[in-house]
């Protein structure tokens, strides 16, 4: 049964269930309360020892919780009010206090881990087995005991991280976010943000595409020798911390212990991914036929072969992704309906705004808060499915505690994913325009590309990167590295211009959260895996899925899936993926003969 809804409105969202204002009566209040929290935690450490009991354990264990929680509800505002406006002040400096306070409180509430992992694996696994939902976060945490270092070491590295690399990336989202591009469209010059100038890359006119690129990377560039000063320096912050300091294998070593997956399984993963280009380079070639072009440009990679300038309203849009959740299951739109109902998404196109589109979840208690910037095209609409996908993955496992809530960067991907499919699956039962159908299906292959082997070239270059850096790599050689990848990548099926080598210096994530983009490829190939068991076992499949979503990062990613029937070590898994898309390619390939 639908849900009934008064329509939606393309609006700011509202962040009055965190805060009604800035520095007001009630944040002045949480910030004490917490302060009060802390302090109370403080006097329990006498508790802590090998004789603990396990109500005194627990006790502790949801002190703590109750400080994270009021943190994040702090620091979540403060970063939310900067996504809204990066070029105000007031969110720039409330930002700069809630993280000075974030490394505070880690400091001071230190001693618990530490306790904790110094314990002997008996004691562990007795406390554990009465821990209850809280029990794969202290068995994750014990893993990191052979990188843990002394108390007054870890003390040291969260207050420097402050005025460190947490400093660096919020200076660095100021610049980047305050940029503006100049193109000329239908003989007028007009001043976009990125996200607007990013909608003609998709145009069916060339010039126009290339004149996107051009632009984008003539404004990054500009500043590009300073932005990769900037990542030289995180490179380097990096591999101080997690290589030297804490004896990690590698820099991915310590993102994937993050993730709890073993290097092995990500090695896997981009080894396969890297045999795999040219599944892609035939996919390219194929474009470039259809478009009457000798070989694609890397202008043109996303360009449409059917011209359609069809829009999508935002209400409508939002009607769609609320119908092919709906027809997933029921309580998949009623939680998305949450977000627009709790006005807890801001979908308008500002100058100032952070360019993108994300999900935050500040806990279990809260509806999740969605960023857009939609502009009517059928991505706009696909992201729109993929954040609320993010939303309804938090919604579901909000049964757990905030430390056991948010699953882990690849399965963070499964929803989002797989809620694009879905309604790519409702656009193509509805359209009856064969151009507009053709290019959704194209899409559907531009989008695999862009989330699986865009993602894991990302990943590569990163590991290449990181040990140039150290290896006292120039930001200019670090460039020819990047163009290098991007060749090897496209191979001959692409040409790719010498402005391209700015290109890395214009993806927050590998600046905001190194190696985080494997997770991209990670849940895509995932989806597809899942997607095609969905389809093969219809409603039998649900139960499955929906469990593997409520988990959250309650137990072990690598449980998890092989309770979904998914073995991530084995490289066949990987090349399924590969092999679903490659059968896309083929479809294409007869469909336009």
């Known amino acids: 049964m639908a849900v009934k809804t008064k329509g939606y409105a393309q609006k700011r969202w509202s962040l009055a269930d965190l805060y009604p204002a800035t520095d007001g009566p009630k944040m002045k209040k949480d910030f004490k309360e917490l302060d009060k929290k802390v302090g109370e935690f403080e006097k329990m450490r006498p508790l802590l020892t090998a004789s603990i009991s396990q109500a005194d354990f627990l006790s502790v264990i949801k002190a703590l919780e109750e400080i994270y929680e009021l943190a994040s509800q702090l620091g979540s505002y403060a970063e939310l009010l900067f996504t809204e406006n990066t070029q105000a002040q007031a969110a720039q400096t409330l930002v700069a206090r809630t993280s000075q306070l974030m490394s505070e409180i880690e400091n001071r509430t230190l001693f618990f881990g530490l306790w904790w992992k110094e314990q002997f694996d008996k004691t562990a696994e007795k406390l554990m087995k009465g821990s209850g939902d809280y029990r794969y976060w202290l068995e994750e945490m014990r893993h990191f005991k052979p990188h843990t270092l002394s108390e007054p070491e870890e003390k040291i590295i969260n207050t420097k991280n402050v005025t460190g690399n947490n400093a660096l990336v919020t200076l660095y989202n100021s610049i980047t976010n305050r940029y503006t591009f100049t193109i000329e469209v239908d003989g007028k010059t007009v001043e976009l943000t990125r996200g607007e100038l990013m909608m003609y890359a998709r145009e069916a006119d060339p010039d126009l595409r290339a004149a996107v690129y051009k632009e984008l990377y003539r404004v ?37 212990l993050g993730n709890d997956l073993p290097d092995a399984v990500i090695e896997t993963l981009l080894k396969v991914a890297a045999k795999n280009t040219d599944v892609f380079q035939r996919f390219f070639k194929l474009k470039a036929r ?7 440009r ?40 949450r977000v627009f109902d709790d006005n807890h998404l801001d979908a308008e196109v500002r100058k100032g705004k952070q360019s993108g589109a994300f999900c935050a979840t500040v806990g279990p208690k809260l509806t999740p808060w969605v960023l857009l910037n939609y502009q009517g095209k059928s991505d706009d609409v696909s992201t729109m499915a993929h954040e609320l ?17 948010h699953a882990c960067l690849p399965l963070a991907e499964t929803a989002s994913t797989f809620g694009e499919m879905m309604l790519v699956d409702r656009l193509l039962a509805e359209e009856t325009d064969e151009g507009v159908k053709r290019d959704l299906l194209f899409r559907q292959v531009d989008d695999s590309y862009a989330t699986i082997q865009r993602q894991v070239f990302f990943a590569l270059f990163e590991k290449q990167a990181h040990q ?13 590295a990047y163009l290098k990848n991007l060749k090897e990548q496209f191979g001959n099926a692409v040409d790719v211009s010498d ?22 490829a990670f849940g895509q190939l995932l989806v597809f895996a899942l997607y095609k068991q969905f389809k093969k076992e219809g409603e ?21 899936l092989r309770d979904a029937g998914v073995d991530i070590s084995k490289p066949e898994f990987w090349q399924g993926g590969f092999d679903v898309i490659k059968g896309l390619v083929d479809q294409l390939e007869k469909i336009t003969k």
């Open 290 to 296: 259809l478009l009457g072009m000798k070989k694609l």
């Open 540 to 560: 039998s499949f649900k139960p499955k899925y929906i469990k593997l979503l409520s988990a959250g990062g309650s137990e072990a990613p690598v449980k998890v």
């Open 468 to 480: 140039m850096v150290i290896d006292g790599a120039s930001v200019d050689e670090i460039c020819a």
């Open 499 to 520: 402005e391209f080598k700015w290109e890395w210096v214009s993806i927050p994530h590998i600046y905001h959260t190194p190696f985080y983009v494997y997770a991209y």
């Open 220 to 256: 990054y560039g500009q500043d590009g020798p300073i932005l990769g000063q900037m990542y030289q320096t995180l490179v380097r912050d990096w591999r101080n911390e997690n290589v030297s300091m804490r004896k990690f294998a590698s820099p991915i070593s310590a993102r994937n």
């Open 298 to 337: 890397r202008y043109d990679i996303y360009a449409p072969i059917a011209k359609s300038d069809k829009k999508f309203e935002y209400g409508k849009a939002a009607e769609k992704v609320m119908q092919s959740f709906r027809e997933f299951d029921p309580r998949f739109e009623s939680l998305a309906k």
């Open 389 to 405: 996908g993010h939303a309804i993955h938090s919604m579901l496992a909000s049964e757990h505690t905030i430390f056991t809530q």
